[in-house]
């Protein structure tokens, strides 16, 4: 715990950043959509303050992989196409994360990826950093990684996470019906995935292919 309250003045821009774009993607795209709910709750804003959940926020500083924030209220019957409608607001959390993560990698390609990655496992390892512009690259290194597990965590198809709204987009009703009931116990299998020994290393098993190529694509570096 000492280390983490040592390197949170460099760890939690990124961290607010990921979580706040990814909320407030949600809510804007809910609005245009024709639900006012997020909006008319003080949702729609890049405020931190307003999307934050203190534990998720916690657990993704702790861990440094995943982690959560105050879900968006979205109310279906606002929605002229419910189901297709929930794909796309869904699904722009994880657009958002990506896109952070894109840029993020755009910028350590230009200045070159291997001054980042140094810099920042030289910080995590607990050397420090020394001056303006190693923190940046550490900064930049951190929402690159950060919002890339984030993208694709929640791209899992597990209640109560984005990927679980969308593939019901594709599911036949009775499917529909199967997965729902299934899906109540989303949450304590995710949470076995993430805290078993066994089932947590099957878990980065299949989550670690995705995150490593896409950062490979984005910012030239095999993450994972």
Do not use: C
């Not at 979580?19 to 909006?39: F, Q």
């Not at 989550?207 to 190529?213: R, T």
């Amino acid at each position: 715990m000492p280390d983490i309250l040592r390197q949170l003045p460099i760890l939690l821009p990124p961290i607010l950043l990921a979580l706040t774009v990814h909320e407030w993607a949600h809510a804007w795209t809910a609005d245009r959509l024709g639900d006012p709910t997020a909006r008319e709750q003080g949702r729609l804003t890049l405020n931190p303050l307003a999307h934050l959940d203190p534990i998720g926020t916690l657990v993704l500083i702790v861990t440094q992989r995943f982690g959560w924030a105050r879900p968006v209220p979205v109310d279906p019957r606002n929605l002229a196409h419910p189901r297709r409608d929930m794909f796309w607001i869904a699904g722009a959390g994880p657009l958002s994360n990506l896109l952070q993560a894109l840029a993020a990698g755009i910028l350590m390609r230009l200045l070159g990826a291997d001054r980042f990655l140094a810099a920042f496992s030289s910080w995590s390892q607990g050397f420090g950093v020394s001056g303006a512009g190693e923190i940046f690259m550490v900064m930049v290194f951190l929402a690159f990684f950060i919002n890339i597990i984030l993208a694709w965590f929640n791209l899992i198809p597990l209640p109560p996470l984005d990927g679980s709204k969308i593939l019901l987009r594709f599911l036949n009703p009775q499917a529909t019906a199967t997965y729902l009931r299934v899906g109540r116990y989303g949450a304590l299998i995710l949470l076995v995935l993430l805290i078993v020994p066994g089932f947590r290393d099957l878990f980065w098993m299949i989550l670690g292919p995705p995150v490593a190529l896409t950062g490979y694509i984005f910012g030239g570096i095999a993450l994972m």
